[in-house]
Each structure stands twice: as C-alpha cells, then as structure tokens.
C-alpha cells in the first residue's frame, strides 16, 4: 500500500493549522507577559534641520528566539488573527511613549503601521478613531498601496475618517509594489513615503534619480509632503534637498532606537552632524537636480 505521504499532491494541512495556533497563541502571550517594546526610528525636516517625527517599529523579544524584527512575526499574526490585538497594543503603547516625550519637554509625532488587512476592519478603525480623540494624541498612520486593493471604496473611506479625527496618513513604501497613480489621486493622504530601494541606489543608478525627482515633484502637487527613507550617506542626504525633498530616515539620521534613547538622541542631535560631502561632483548635476 502506498503512503498518502508518497502521493502527488499530498498537502499536509494539519501540521499547517497548527502552526498557525502556535503564532497565535505564542503572540498574545506575549502580549500578556509583556515581552513586545517599542523603538523609534527619527525623521529629519530637510529644511528646518530638526527631528520633525519618528516612526514605531515594534520588537518582541521572545523568551526563547530572543529579539525578533516584525518580519519574523507580523505575516504569521495577519494569517493567525492576532494581528489586530497586536496593532492595537502598538497605537496604546506609542500614546502612552508619546505622553512620556511630552513630560520631558518634546512633542514629537509618533507613526504607526497599520496592516493592510485591518484598514477595512470597522473595530479596529473605529478604535483607531476613538484613541485619536484622546487629549494631546498626535500620531500617524503609515498605509501601504496594498491596504486599498481588496476593497478601495471602503479603504478611502476609512483613510478619510481616520484624517477627519486628526491622524496623519502617509503612504508608505512608495515604488516597491505596482504603484498606481489611480489609488494615489484618490487616497487622501498627507505625506508620501519613498521606498529605500530607489533611495539607497541614487548614486549608481542613473534612472533611480530620475523616479525620485518626479516622485517628489508629483507628491508636492497633490500636495503631500515627502519622506525618503533608507537614507545612509551624506551623498543621499545632499541630493535630495537639491531635488526638494521634505524629510528623511535612515541610518544616517539615527537607527531605531528606545524611547528613553531617542530622547537623548534628540537633546544631543546637531543638523551639523549630517554633512555635505566635500565630493562636489555629487551636485554636478546641481542645475538639473533644481526645481523650476
């Protein structure tokens, strides 16, 4: 007799389904033992020289894994239905990180992901929406192209309330999937966010300047302001304010880091530690890189 095992096709889906209870379980504990934290990664206003925002990135460090980065567990809580408490957990933390900033003197704009799945999920936005309403909240949601595609009418929607109650919406990751200029024009947002693969290649790409510049001039005329992300040389740094770029992360501007850090971060931080490089030849194209 042969095996189910050795037949063509065989799919193992118990195994599978067990998985996915592990995920699910193993991140609301968790949840519940505390073992999830918050860091912060800073923004650079270009032309004000100042750290204008920071985004949250959320860590677990697991009792057994050690640290892991959400690409060890985000997909796995999207597929298990964890992810939701998970994202709810992460806009509570970033008040509660944010409120601690404020005591020590600095309002600063916090940025949270939202999964795509969950931007058409009427709980989750509405208790977006009601966290929002709390006193000296000031937070953003960063949303991928993605996050319209299964039902664009109800995710427009739902990116307009969460405007309307004064979250800041920015797109994030723009370039790194099927961009479409249709989704664009009609997602009401207020800050676009460049992939870092365009960013990253800016000097050995001849095209990738190319997308930036009109990427940028395209978001400032629907009137959104820019962040470039992925930014890890002066070089980077100098062409894009050339090209008029509004902000910028990466590691030249400051790794992710936690809280009681990136306050240090911000009494200690000097524009004048983000140098032009004495390379000239990176602005040769300086009357190019202009706008009109």
Known sequence: ?????????????????????YADSEIRRG????????????KLHARRGEIDSAEALVRWDHPDQGLMLPDRFIEQSEESGSISQLTLWTFEQAVEDQRMMRAAGRNIRLFVNLSAQLLTEESTVAALCELARQPGVDLGVEVTERSVIADPSLAFANIRRLREVGLRIAIDDYGSGLSSLTYLKQIEADELKIDKSFVMSLGTSHRDPLIVRSTIDLAHALEMEVTAEGVETPAAHALLTVMGCDMMQGYLIGRPMRPEDFLDYLKKFEPASITVPNDGRVLRDNKFWKRA
């Open 1 to 21: 007799m042969v095996a189910p095992s050795q037949l063509p096709g065989f799919q193992p889906t118990a195994p599978q389904s067990k998985v996915k209870l």
């Open 31 to 42: 949840l519940l033992s505390g073992e999830f934290r918050l860091v912060y990664q800073p």
